[in-house]
């Protein structure tokens, strides 16, 4: 029984995952931080799929943080109040299955490729409080030579757009990142992005150019990775889509906009490669315990 | 012995190589247009490189234009006045090799790849009157599910950048492109590239606004490949790079300002991983013998 685990900022996701790769357990629970918050969190939620009586074959764990290469160990998991944790070394005593670790975008892409059937040339766009893509292609996830391939959040598109973290302005990070959006809207709320497309929904100004600046964001995404890479598919999921139809609805009128002026950009189909990845998909978690069998690609291995 | 040709809109550079791929005979002459011109063109440098009492063994031609997948034809090769042309039923009665054909660009990808020593994820960006790549991964070019990966001139970079011919604003394209800067560019002359940059080097004010565009253009298509992909190197070719120093200079002076600015710009590297193509380098031509003798991919096929 192989089990997966998709850590975010607010909750922890668990699956275990039977050996044809269906899911027969699962569980939710919310990630406390800090080092042993997370460890704890981890180890609770394991406990919670797997049976007593059971034991893990191996435990595969995604991520929001960068994965030191050839190591189970994350640095600069900042939503998670993680500086370095060698995460192999600080479950060891709790079980005796491997453990590997990924990060989490990556574990993702994985994990919707699997819920596709495998197949075709595939990006998985992540738009949480950053921005970043994975891409599938012939089978594999492709890294790239310094494992950045898919940060596409960084791309500027618009000079006089927002300033971004990096240093540039208008990058679609800048744009459709949660963080960033979040840090421009000037009300207070738990839920900022919510927040935003209500009030645009209520024709206030502000939440209106936020929220043309999110769709604007996306379809610029979409745009990169389809004529980077020519994918079949862009799956699309991160918090920031909790918000549902009304960003897709968006990204979706500025396709229809664009095929209008374009034969070109008609001919790409963007909108048909577009799928929204559902609410309260497994994907992540599942992608996650899918690391946890994996040959072993740099940044992924087994602890000890 | 294999055959390459590289026809492009003005010259034919053919090659002939051995066994090891080595080049050993090399001709270019100017190319005549229209369906009946250019095979014209073809047949005379053929002959050229292939010396009397040999017969080539296989004939491969990159050409700027759509290749059919599957077929040796090609259309909307407007540089060459070809609207549809079977290259490879137009060519059988000069010759019994089999003939396949590509699109230029890709063919010029291959034969980048082949001069580096292959090796590396490597994009080959093309900066001549269009302007697209052409991406190796895992040793293969990257042609995607629709044969558009690459296509990265239509990517916006600036909503208030100048109109493309594709309908959007700001396009790489349309910044770096040789026809959309020529368009833009008020004076007659045979060579204008040439002279708005001699033109910005006097100070004009037109002539340094386009110049200025050429060179993000290229930083942004740099950076695009590199944040998608992840490639180690970007090898920079195309009619519009004929301007040489000063175009990689300004493009150079972009990412030194960048990297000043962002840390993160600055561990891309991406003024190492830049590589203009030399003035005069066989790698269009040697390709297309590549492509001559290739496994059978969409878009390159034996005729007959």
Same mark, same amino acid.
């Given at each position: 029984?192989?089990?997966?685990?998709?850590?975010?900022?607010?909750?922890?996701?668990?699956?275990?995952?039977?050996?044809?790769?269906?899911?027969?357990?699962?569980?939710?629970?919310?990630?406390?931080?800090?080092?042993?918050?997370?460890?704890?969190?981890?180890?609770?939620?394991?406990?919670?799929?797997?049976?007593?009586?059971?034991?893990?074959?191996?435990?595969?764990?995604?991520?929001?943080?960068?994965?030191?290469?050839?190591?189970?160990?994350?640095?600069? =998991?900042?939503?998670?109040?993680?500086?370095? +944790?060698? !995460?192999? %070394?600080?479950? *060891?005593?709790?079980? $005796? @299955?491997?453990? #590997?670790?990924?990060?989490?975008?990556?574990?993702?892409?994985?994990?919707?490729?699997?819920?596709?059937?495998?197949?075709?040339?595939?990006?998985?766009?992540?738009?949480?409080?950053?921005?970043?893509?994975?891409?599938?292609?012939?089978?594999?996830?492709?890294?790239?030579?310094?494992?950045?391939?898919?940060?596409?959040?960084?791309?500027?598109?618009?000079?006089?757009?927002?300033?971004?973290?990096?240093?540039?302005?208008?990058?679609?990070?800048?744009?459709?990142?949660?963080?960033?959006?979040?840090?421009?809207?000037?009300?207070?709320?738990?839920?900022?992005?919510?927040?935003?497309?209500?009030? =645009?929904?209520?024709?206030?100004?502000?939440? +209106?150019? !936020?929220? %043309?600046?999110? *769709?604007?964001?996306? $379809? @610029?995404?979409? #745009?990169?990775?389809?004529?980077?890479?020519?994918?079949?598919?862009?799956?699309?999921?991160?918090?920031?889509?909790?918000?549902?139809?009304?960003?897709?609805?968006?990204?979706?009128?500025?396709?229809?906009?664009?095929?209008?002026?374009?034969?070109?950009?008609?001919?790409?189909?963007?909108?048909?490669?577009?799928?929204?990845?559902?609410?309260?998909?497994?994907?992540?978690?599942?992608?996650?315990?899918?690391?946890?069998?994996?040959?072993?690609?740099?940044?992924?291995?087994?602890?000890?």
């Amino acid at each position: 029984m192989k089990v997966g685990l998709d850590v975010g900022g607010t909750k922890v996701h668990a699956v275990a995952v039977g050996d044809d790769n269906t899911i027969v357990a699962e569980a939710r629970l919310a990630t406390r931080t800090g080092a042993e918050g997370v460890v704890a969190s981890i180890v609770d939620a394991i406990t919670q799929v797997v049976p007593d009586g059971f034991v893990a074959s191996s435990i595969g764990i995604g991520i929001p943080g960068q994965i030191v290469p050839g190591t189970a160990r994350v640095q600069h =998991a900042v939503n998670l109040g993680i500086t370095d +944790l060698d !995460l192999g %070394a600080a479950l *060891a005593p709790f079980t $005796a @299955a491997p453990i #590997r670790i990924e990060n989490d975008v990556k574990a993702a892409t994985l994990g919707a490729h699997a819920l596709r059937g495998g197949g075709d040339a595939m990006a998985y766009l992540n738009i949480g409080t950053g921005v970043a893509a994975g891409l599938m292609l012939y089978g594999s996830l492709h890294r790239g030579g310094h494992g950045i391939a898919g940060e596409i959040g960084h791309m500027s598109i618009d000079p006089a757009g927002p300033r971004c973290r990096c240093g540039q302005f208008g990058c679609i990070e800048a744009l459709c990142g949660g963080g960033a959006v979040a840090e421009r809207w000037s009300r207070p709320g738990a839920l900022p992005i919510r927040d935003i497309y209500d009030a =645009a929904d209520l024709g206030d100004a502000e939440a +209106l150019a !936020l929220r %043309a600046g999110i *769709a604007q964001g996306i $379809a @610029a995404a979409v #745009r990169l990775l389809v004529l980077s890479n020519d994918v079949d598919a862009v799956v699309i999921g991160g918090g920031v889509t909790a918000v549902g139809d009304r960003l897709f609805t968006d990204v979706r009128a500025i396709f229809e906009r664009e095929a209008e002026l374009s034969p070109f950009l008609r001919s790409l189909r963007f909108d048909d490669r577009m799928e929204p990845l559902p609410a309260a998909s497994p994907a992540a978690a599942l992608g996650a315990a899918l690391v946890g069998v994996a040959e072993l690609p740099e940044g992924a291995l087994a602890h000890g």
